[in-house]
């Protein structure tokens, strides 16, 4: 993932770490940690910047270059996500423990996705993107 981008984003647009941070409701220790690469931006957080900023999911993630994008679904739904997750297990002939040995975590983990129950971790979503050439942001729903 690209942790310069959340960076770059901030400096283009004049902003301080401590607006960003208000403007997604976190502390700006927290918002710090994601934009030094030190922790991953979870991707509810991940999805108010890109609607803020008005770029993709697929550029700030480092997927590529494009980098504005009108999202026309602006709110995660975990459900639907879930439903795509299922959907790219699926069409690549994989099993819940498959897809949960890729992702280095548990078959359970990956149901809980598939149903909806949990929002995916932005750093699996982005191994499971790189790896099956998808859009986050079309795994999201953005679009």
């Not at 647009?13 to 502390?27: A, R, T």
């Not at 700006?28 to 770029?55: A, F």
């Not at 932005?122 to 099956?132: D, R, S, V």
């Not at 942001?137 to 953005?142: G, I």
Request: hydrophobic share 30%; aromatic share 12%; glycine share 4%.
């Amino acid at each position: 993932m690209d942790d310069n981008k959340l960076y770059d984003l901030r400096e283009y647009n004049d902003l301080y770490q401590k607006d960003i941070s208000k403007i997604i409701g976190v502390k700006q220790q927290t918002y710090s940690m994601w934009e030094r690469g030190i922790k991953i931006i979870p991707l509810k957080h991940l999805n108010t910047l890109c609607n803020y900023y008005k770029v993709s999911m697929d550029y700030v993630v480092g997927l590529t270059n494009n980098k504005y994008f009108e999202s026309s679904n602006k709110t995660l739904d975990k459900k639907l996500i879930g439903k795509n997750i299922k959907s790219i297990r699926r069409k690549n002939n994989l099993t819940i423990r498959d897809l949960a040995d890729f992702l280095n975590t548990t078959p359970s983990t990956i149901s809980y996705y598939e149903n909806g129950k949990t929002l995916i971790l932005t750093a699996f979503a982005y191994q499971l993107c790189k790896n099956y050439k998808l859009s986050v942001d079309e795994l999201c729903n953005r679009k």
